[in-house]
């Protein structure tokens, strides 16, 4: 049964959801609307295709409508997670995973859902590259220019006492 599989899919797809949003309530939130999308459209599915990827792509694009939604509201939002650690003892693996996340929010939105497909979820490219619609040859740059990118930032992060 579809929603069966849904179901399995959820801790995946919340990590996505996290891995482009970087603000939990946001990406749960994400995950319940492609979740409504995908149940309410499921005659969409094509039987034999990747169910994960579908869902991935669903998930992309609704957080595609939410960015463009709040621009044109002219909302601003702050992460929440900024100012979850303050006053706390921050360990090296705290440190290093905040400097991971803040570099990953100074990316672009399409390096960030790369790697958030790649890297994070594991997608293979060739299943990557058609959650985003673009080529293999694309996917494999933009994801090299992001990794790059990210490096960067995160080599710079360490130089700054």
């Known amino acids: 049964m579809l929603a069966d599989e849904l179901a399995a899919l959820l801790p995946r797809m919340r990590r996505f ?5 970087f603000h ?10 492609a979740m409504e999308r995908a149940l309410g459209r499921s005659e969409q599915y094509a ?3 990747r169910l994960d990827s579908w869902l991935f792509r669903i998930i992309k694009n609704a957080w595609i409508d939410e960015v463009r939604g709040r621009i044109r509201r002219d909302r601003i939002f702050a992460p929440e997670e900024e ?3 303050v006053g706390i003892d921050s360990s090296a693996a705290q440190q290093q995973r905040m400097a991971v996340q803040q570099a990953m ?8 859902i790369v790697i958030g497909l790649v890297l994070v979820d594991g997608l293979p490219y060739k299943e990557a590259a058609a959650v985003l619609d673009i080529p293999m040859g694309t996917l494999t740059s933009r994801l090299a220019r992001a990794r ?7 080599s710079d992060e360490r130089a700054v006492p």
């Open 105 to 112: 929010s100074l990316l672009s939105e399409e390096h960030r």
């Open 17 to 21: 959801a996290r891995s482009i949003t």
């Open 24 to 33: 939990r309530e946001d990406a749960d939130d994400l995950v319940q609307v």
């Open 47 to 49: 039987e034999g295709t």
């Open 83 to 85: 100012g979850a650690h």
């Open 148 to 154: 790059d990118a990210l490096q960067k930032l995160l």
